[in-house]
């Protein structure tokens, strides 16, 4: 059987575990695009969100035969994306003080409407800690429960971080006087 973006989950998943090449590059086209912004996301670097990617899809084909389907294969590629994604920027030393003011931080032109650009600029000058709680929490849907698993931090912690960012996000935001 040709192994096309029409084909259902089990299908891929069925084709992938038997190493079938259009299976897994089936796959890979099916998630890559949402999977690279997730990765873009938390890392707020283009080049690290390809390299979160390609180890992330790594892992994925891997460990394909302990997907459980305890939730969609989608959820469960985000969550190895969003695992590389922390683990590629502890590695790379990326991680900033909560209190440390990112240098690239530049005030918004509001000249101009505020849009999902600004919006996202204004996310990505966010510190680490602050950006990747946000994005987990705001943008992905996770639980604070979740992110505090997934960080190896507590509940408050990620409560704290959510809740400064949100603060940095209406100074950053906030119209000028």
């Given at each position: 059987m040709p192994y096309t973006i029409s084909m259902t989950?089990?299908?891929?998943?069925?084709?992938?575990?038997?190493?079938n090449r259009l299976a897994q590059k089936t796959l890979y086209e099916r998630y890559k695009n949402a999977m690279y912004t997730v990765a873009y996301r938390v890392?707020?670097?283009f080049e690290l969100?390809?390299?979160?990617l390609q180890d992330a899809f790594i892992k994925v084909f891997r460990h394909?035969?302990?997907?459980?389907?305890?939730?969609?294969?989608?959820?469960?590629?985000?969550?190895?994306?969003?695992?590389?994604?922390?683990?590629?920027i502890k590695k790379e030393h990326y991680t900033a003080s909560l209190d440390q003011v990112p240098p690239?931080?530049?005030?918004?032109?509001?000249?101009h409407r505020l849009d999902a650009?600004?919006?996202?600029?204004?996310?990505?000058?966010?510190?680490t800690?602050?950006?990747?709680?946000?994005?987990?929490?705001?943008v992905e849907g996770y639980s604070h429960q979740e992110v505090a698993?997934?960080?190896?931090?507590?509940?408050?912690?990620s409560k704290s971080q959510l809740f400064y960012a949100k603060k940095r996000l209406r100074e950053t935001l906030g119209k000028p006087e």
């Open positions: 989950e089990a299908d891929l998943i069925q084709g992938c575990l038997e190493q890392t707020g670097d969100a390809e390299d979160v394909l035969s302990g997907f459980r389907q305890e939730s969609t294969l989608g959820a469960w590629i985000k969550t190895i994306v969003v695992r590389t994604a922390l683990s590629k690239d931080i530049t005030s918004i032109n509001w000249s650009e600004y919006l996202e600029k204004a996310i990505m000058g966010l510190p800690g602050y950006r990747t709680v946000f994005i987990l929490i705001e698993d997934l960080l190896g931090i507590t509940v408050g912690t």
